[in-house]
C-alpha cells in the first residue's frame, strides 16, 4: 500500500507547486491601466502547466492511489501510481471508485490493458496519439470509465478516418452496434454503402454479420459496377460465412434482379452455386426478371406493380448508367462535357440513349449576390467578389424528345479522394428531374486549396450517374 509517509522527499512540494502553477494560469489574465484606457495582457504558462502534470504521472510524485491494471486471461499487472485529484476531475466513476482507498485493482481485456497507459496520460495531459488499432480499445474505456471528452475525441477520429479510407468500417460498426453509439454507426454504414467494391473485395468481407449485410442491401445508394457485381459479392459471402438458409434465402430475395440483363441471369442459373442451393427461394423473381426484360414498361406495367425497389437501379458505375469526369484545376473556369445513358434498366429500352450535358462552374453566384453598380438613388454599390460565389453542377438532357418522355430521372453525383492507389468515394450528390442541380454541391468546398480533401492531385474528381425511375411514367393497376 501507498502511504503518504512513503512519498519521495519533496514530492508534496512539487504537488503544491503545480496547483500554485495552475493557481496562476488561471489569473493569467490580467487588467492594467494603460494611458487611462483598460487593456487586456494574457500572460500563457499552459505548456508548462502540461509538461509539470507529465514529469507528475512520469515520476509518481505525490501519488496517493496506486491503480493495477492486470489484462484479463494473464498474469501480467501494470502498476500507475496517480493522483486522486485529477483522475476525479474527468471521470466522476474514478471520483466514486478511489474514495478512501490508496490502491485499486482493475481488470481490462488485453486490448485495453495495452493501452491503458494512453488513457492515464490523456486524464493528466488532454492528449493522446491514437493508432487505428487502438481506436476501439480507447474508446471502451473512456465509456467505462464515463470520460465524455475522450469519447467524443475517438468517436471523430474514428469518423474522420472512415472518410478517409483507412478505418476498418466493418469492425467500427460492429463495436458501435455494440455500443449505442448511433452517429459512429451511420458514418460507418455510410461509407461501406458508397465503397462497396472496395469493401467487398477485401478481407473485411467475411466479416460482415447477417444484420449488417441486410442493412446494406435494402439500400438503394450502393455504389458498385452494376447488380451482378453485387450479386457476386453476396455469393462470396455466403461461400464464406454459411450462414442458416433462412439467412442466406433473405438476402438472395434482396438482389434487384430486374438490373441484371437477361443473358446475364442464363448464367448466373446456370453456373451460380447459391441459386443451385436456394433457387426455388428466388424463382419467383427471376421469373418476374424475365417478364420485365420482355415486354415495354408501360405495357408491363398494365398487369404487374413497378414502384417497388426491385425496379429501382442502384448507384451503378457501369457505362450504361453513367460515366466518370475529372476535372483539372477546378478553381480555374467552367468547364462542360456530356455523356449519355441507357433510358432504363428495361431490356426493352436497353437500345435507347439519352444525351446529357453538364456545365460546372467554380464560382456561380446566385442572383442576389450578383454584381449591381448602383440602387433606386443611385449610389453606388459593391461589386460581388469572386469568393462570394460557390461551386455549381448543372445536368441537363441535350434534348426533350419522346424517348424521356414522362420518365423520372434521379441524378447522383459522387465525389472521389484517392487512398493507397485506390479512389474512394468520399461525398455524393443527389438531385432529382425537377430541379437541374444540387442545392448544395461542394458547398464547404475550398478548391483554390490544393490540398483540399475534395481533390486528387489539384483535379476534382466526379461520377455522374442517373437513374431513370419508372413510376412516374406509368399507372399501375389499382
Same mark, same amino acid.
Given at each position: ?273 447459391? &441459386? ?8 419467383? +423473381?427471376?421469373?418476374? %426478371? /424475365?417478364? @420485365? #426484360?420482355?415486354? *415495354? ?116 453525383? &459522387? ?8 479512389? +474512394?468515394?468520399?461525398? %455524393? /450528390?443527389? @438531385? #432529382?428531374?425537377? *430541379? ?43
Amino acid at each position: 500500500m501507498l502511504r503518504k509517509g512513503s512519498c519521495k522527499p519533496g514530492s508534496w512540494g512539487s504537488f503544491w507547486a503545480i496547483l500554485a502553477l495552475v493557481g496562476l494560469v488561471t489569473r493569467a489574465a490580467q487588467r492594467a491601466d494603460v494611458g487611462g484606457e483598460a487593456a487586456g495582457t494574457t500572460i500563457n504558462h499552459s505548456h508548462m502547466l502540461l509538461q509539470r502534470l507529465q514529469d507528475l504521472l512520469r515520476q509518481g510524485n505525490a501519488s496517493d492511489v496506486i491503480l493495477r491494471v492486470q489484462a484479463v486471461g494473464t498474469d501480467e499487472v501494470r502498476a500507475f501510481h496517480t493522483h486522486r485529484l485529477l483522475l476525479g476531475l474527468h471521470s466522476e466513476l474514478f471520483r466514486e471508485l478511489l474514495s478512501n482507498q490508496s490502491e485499486v485493482m482493475l481488470r481490462e481485456s488485453r486490448d485495453c490493458a495495452a493501452v491503458f497507459d494512453k488513457f492515464i496520460r490523456y486524464l493528466y495531459c488532454g492528449e493522446l496519439t491514437v493508432l487505428l488499432a487502438q481506436a476501439i480499445p480507447l474508446h471502451r474505456l473512456a465509456t467505462k470509465y464515463r470520460v465524455a471528452s475522450l469519447q467524443r475525441g475517438v468517436a471523430d477520429y474514428m469518423r474522420a478516418h472512415l472518410a478517409g479510407g483507412v478505418g476498418p468500417a466493418v469492425g467500427w460498426y460492429h463495436y458501435a452496434v455494440s455500443t449505442g453509439d448511433e452517429a459512429l454507426r451511420e458514418s460507418c454504414l455510410q461509407f461501406l454503402a458508397w465503397n462497396l467494391s472496395a469493401v467487398a473485395g477485401s478481407a473485411e468481407w467475411g466479416a460482415v454479420s447477417p444484420e449488417l449485410l441486410a442493412q446494406l442491401l435494402q439500400r438503394s445508394d450502393l455504389v458498385l459496377q452494376d447488380e451482378l457485381e453485387l450479386f457476386h459479392a453476396l455469393e462470396a459471402w455466403l461461400g464464406r460465412a454459411r450462414p442458416p438458409p433462412t439467412v442466406a434465402e433473405r438476402a438472395l430475395r434482396a438482389i434487384r434482379y430486374p438490373m441484371i440483363p437477361p443473358a446475364q441471369l442464363f448464367q448466373l442459373q446456370a453456373r451460380s452455386a447459391a &441459386l443451385a442451393r436456394h433457387g426455388p427461394a428466388v424463382a419467383d +423473381l427471376l421469373l418476374q %426478371a /424475365y417478364q @420485365f #426484360h420482355a415486354a *415495354s414498361p408501360l405495357h408491363y406495367a398494365k398487369f404487374f406493380h413497378v414502384n417497388g425497389s426491385a425496379f429501382l437501379p442502384r448507384n451503378y458505375l457501369a457505362p450504361a448508367w453513367g460515366a466518370p469526369w475529372v476535372i483539372n484545376n477546378p478553381a480555374r473556369d467552367d468547364r462542360s462535357t456530356s455523356f449519355q445513358t441507357q433510358l432504363g434498366p428495361s431490356g426493352h429500352d436497353a437500345g435507347r440513349r439519352i444525351t446529357w450535358n453538364v456545365l460546372f462552374s467554380p464560382r456561380w453566384l446566385p442572383v442576389s449576390l450578383r454584381p449591381v453598380y448602383a440602387d433606386a438613388a443611385g449610389t453606388a454599390l459593391p461589386a460581388a467578389r469572386p469568393e462570394d460565389g460557390r461551386p455549381r453542377l448543372v445536368v441537363t438532357p441535350a434534348s426533350s424528345g419522346g424517348d424521356a418522355a414522362g420518365v423520372s430521372f434521379q441524378k447522383t453525383v &459522387l465525389v472521389g479522394a484517392r487512398h493507397q492507389g485506390r479512389l +474512394l468515394v468520399r461525398h %455524393a /450528390y443527389s @438531385f #432529382h428531374q425537377s *430541379s437541374e442541380e444540387a442545392g448544395d454541391f461542394l458547398a464547404h468546398a475550398d478548391l483554390q486549396r490544393r490540398n483540399s480533401e475534395y481533390l486528387v492531385e489539384n483535379a476534382l474528381h466526379l461520377h455522374l450517374i442517373v437513374k431513370p425511375v419508372y413510376h412516374t411514367l406509368i399507372r399501375t393497376p389499382s
